[in-house]
Nanobody, 126 residues
Framework: QVQLVESGGGLVQAGGSLRLSCAAS????????MGWFRQAPGKEREFVAA????????DYADSVRGRFTISRDNAQNMLYLRMNSLKPEDTAVYYC???????????????????WGQGTQVTVSS
């Protein structure tokens, strides 16, 4: 059974930091593009960051570029999202996802991803 399980969310003050983790199991994800998305109440799910299978290529939404860092550990089947300088507008449920048929260009839309985690809540207070 394929599973992606996020952890590391919580409540943090504006300007603070969090590191999200995503544990993958049930298949080998080392050849997949992995991504983070988020969904705030009343809003559509939006792209946050993506990373190639090797970790050599990354892409970020403009709203988080320079503040968030995506990384992965293929040996441990883990995906991470380091979030610095958090803002209240970063408040959302954060999801990790796997694209098992990656193209040369990193996937940045939700419909390109095949597997999803259940999400972890991040709340940033002002």
């Amino acid at each position: 059974q394929v599973q992606l399980v996020e952890s590391g969310g919580g409540l943090v003050q504006a300007g603070g930091s969090l590191r999200l983790s995503c544990a993958a199991s049930g298949r080998t994800f080392s050849h997949d593009t992995m991504g983070w998305f988020r969904q705030a109440p009343g809003k559509e799910r939006e792209f946050v960051a993506a990373i190639s299978w090797s970790g050599g290529y990354t892409d970020y939404a403009d709203s988080v570029r320079g503040r968030f860092t995506i990384s992965r550990d293929n040996a441990q089947n883990m995906l991470y999202l380091r979030m610095n300088s958090l803002k209240p507008e970063d408040t959302a449920v954060y999801y990790c996802a796997a694209d098992v048929s990656p193209l040369p260009v990193l996937a940045t839309t939700a419909d390109e991803y095949d597997y999803w985690g259940q999400g972890t809540q991040v709340t940033v207070s002002s």
